[in-house]
C-alpha cells in the first residue's frame, strides 16, 4: 500500500535551518504531486508548499523566499529545506501526494498523508 514517511525534524534555535524528507513508497511517485502541510498546537492544518510532477513549485505567503521545496523522483523522496526559521514555524509537518498534475494547495485535494514530523523553533 501507499506510504509516506516524512523524516528530519528537529528542535533548532531560531534562524536555523532544517530539512525534511519524506520518502514515498508503493506508488508511482513520478505521477504525483506532491506537498507539505502543517498544524501547529490548537490551530488547523495549514498549506506550506507544494511541487508538481513536472517540478513546478508553490509557496505559502509566510514561508516564501525562506523554503524551498524538491523532489528526487529516483529516490521517491520530496524535500522541504526550510531556512531562516521562527517560532512561529513550530508545527507537525506533514507531506502528502496528489495524483494531479498540479501542484495544489488544497489539503482536500491529496490522496495520501504521512504520519508528520515535529519541528520546533526556540526563540
Known amino acids: 500500500q501507499v506510504q509516506l514517511v516524512e523524516s528530519g525534524g528537529g528542535l533548532v534555535q531560531a534562524g536555523g535551518s532544517l530539512r525534511l524528507s519524506c520518502a514515498a513508497s508503493?506508488?508511482?511517485?513520478?505521477?504525483?504531486?506532491m506537498g507539505w502541510f502543517r498544524q501547529a498546537p490548537g490551530k488547523e492544518r495549514e498549506f506550506v508548499a507544494a511541487i508538481s510532477r513536472s517540478g513546478g513549485t508553490v509557496f505559502a505567503d509566510s514561508v516564501k523566499g525562506r523554503f524551498t521545496i524538491s523532489r528526487d523522483n529516483a529516490k521517491n523522496t520530496v524535500y522541504l529545506q526550510m531556512n531562516s526559521l521562527k517560532p512561529e514555524d513550530t508545527a507537525v509537518y506533514y507531506c502528502a501526494a496528489d495524483g494531479s498534475v498540479i501542484a495544489s494547495k488544497l489539503g482536500s485535494r491529496y490522496d495520501c498523508w504521512g504520519p508528520g514530523t515535529q519541528v520546533t523553533v526556540s526563540s
Open positions: 508503493g506508488l508511482t511517485f513520478s505521477r504525483y504531486a
